[in-house]
């Protein structure tokens, strides 16, 4: 039987707004850290926060802890967001 592994989740976030080299700095770091998987933005913390923390986690389920773990995330600032509680946040924060 196959023992569940614990969710990676990013040791790093990188928070910017538009136009401020968001993209630039995803490409950079490609291949240097494990980045979210298939996408370049799993906008968790703007709109899909209500999938829930296995949601965000399953996009980094192919880190294998040989590098570390990134998401960089481009964020209007004048834009409500969530800080999750895994970020100091409080658990009833929505966007």
Request: charged share 20%; proline share 9%; net charge positive.
């Amino acid at each position: 039987m196959a023992r569940a592994q614990p969710a990676r989740l990013p040791e790093i976030i990188g928070v910017g707004p538009p136009r401020t080299g968001t993209t630039w700095l995803h490409n950079v770091l490609d291949g240097h850290v494990d980045l979210p998987h298939g996408v370049k933005e799993t906008l968790y913390f703007t709109t899909f926060y209500h999938k829930g923390f296995d949601w965000y986690a399953h996009h980094f389920r192919h880190a294998t802890g040989e590098r570390k773990i990134a998401e960089i995330v481009c964020i209007r600032f004048t834009r409500r967001c969530v800080i999750p509680p895994m970020l100091g946040g409080e658990p009833s924060n929505k966007p």
